[in-house]
């Protein structure tokens, strides 16, 4: 095993929108927020080959209801990303996107992956 780190590197970033609890995006699903935000990364890359994709991290903070089904592998479908790519969706509370960032960073820099989405995704109005 080589001792080497791998450069990662960030080549796309969107921002969901804010809203608040009950707010105007009260009846957006989640998955469907996390769709907009991947295919607006990757709708900057139409050159990407879609089917060298690793993997999608997903950091959600309350995975329940609508949020609570692999946020990830949903989202990324919705976003049309093919059937052969995986997703994993992960809990760090509130630093949960941020974690996502840094684990799909790490695989990379340890030579598991060479292409990684990662992304957060949350909507407060989904909470019991």
Known sequence: ?????????IISAKRLPV???NGQMKSTRPDDLLAAALGACLGHLPEL???AIDDVVVGCAMPEAEQGMNMA???LLLAGLPQSVPGITINRFCASGLQAVAYAAQRIQLGEADLM????????????
């Open 1 to 9: 095993m080589s001792t080497s780190r791998q450069e990662a590197y």
């Open 19 to 21: 809203g608040k609890k």
């Open 49 to 51: 080959d879609r089917t």
């Open 73 to 75: 592998r949903i989202g």
């Open 117 to 128: 989405l990662a992304a957060g995704a949350e909507s407060m109005s989904a909470m019991p």
